[in-house]
T-cell receptor
Framework: GENVEQHPSTLSVQEGDSAVIKCTYS??????FPWYKQELGKRPQLIID?????GEKKDQRIAVTLNKTAKHFSLHITETQPEDSAVYFC???????????FGTGTSLTVIP | DVKVTQSSRYLVKRTGEKVFLECVQD?????MFWYRQDPGLGLRLIYF???????EKGDIPEGYSVSREKKERFSLILESASTNQTSMYLC???????????FGPGTRLTVL
């Protein structure tokens, strides 16, 4: 089955700096890559996703890039703010109706 | 607005007890999932269901079973709870065609 690896496990940045979280996957059939944010004590929520026919997607301060050849995708957060502090999970899926494979999570701390 | 609810936020059970965790979604989603979340291990899939009375094993099904008698309800059953099943349990339902997973608030289960 699919194997998703996520790095780093913890990340601290100064407010206003950028943060980058990287994931790799093993199954070339995976074609959907969502990112979830989980604030302390809350449920994971989708923040951005990308499909395999697109190389990059942006939503305000958040962007995701995908390199299908290398089988890796990354989350980029610019101009970080304290409210960005949370655990971020990447995931990969072959498609609708199939299971999702999650990375182990990155705990991001933004220092004011 | 999609709503996914879980029957309990916190649950304490004794070793050997039979435990039922219930999840209900109100958006007529066909696919539903049960995950357990442990520090450093991310979200691991226990079981998922793509239709009423249909189920598929995830990555860690041992010691668990599921029931989906109605479309909106997906139950996770621990036949004989053990201490290594102490964890946070998250239910999710999947929106088609966006592939967005909506998570419940989680049940923190402690087995003594």
């Amino acid at each position: 089955g699919e194997n998703v690896e996520q790095h780093p496990s913890t990340l601290s940045v100064q407010e206003g700096d950028s943060a980058v979280i990287k994931c790799t996957y093993s199954d070339s059939a995976s074609n959907y890559f969502p990112w979830y944010k989980q604030e302390l004590g809350k449920r994971p929520q989708l923040i951005i996703d990308i499909r395999s026919n697109v190389g990059e997607k942006k939503d305000q301060r958040i962007a995701v890039t995908l390199n299908k050849t290398a089988k890796h995708f990354s989350l980029h957060i610019t101009e970080t703010q304290p409210e960005d502090s949370a655990v971020y999970f990447c995931a990969a899926s072959i498609g609708t109706g199939n299971q999702f494979y999650f990375g182990t999570g990155t705990s991001l701390t933004v220092i004011p | 607005d999609v709503k996914v609810t879980q029957s309990s936020r916190y649950l304490v059970k004794r070793t050997g007890e039979k435990v039922f965790l219930e999840c209900v979604q109100d958006m007529d989603h066909e696919n539903m999932f049960w995950y357990r979340q442990d520090p450093g291990l991310g979200l691991r899939l226990i079981y998922f269901s793509y239709d009423v009375k249909m189920k598929e094993k995830g990555d860690i099904p041992e010691g668990y079973s599921v029931s989906r008698e109605k479309k909106e309800r997906f139950s996770l059953i621990l036949e004989s709870a053990s201490t290594n099943q102490t964890s946070m349990y998250l239910c999710a339902s999947l929106d088609f065609p966006t592939d967005t997973q909506y998570f419940g608030p989680g049940t923190r289960l402690t087995v003594l």
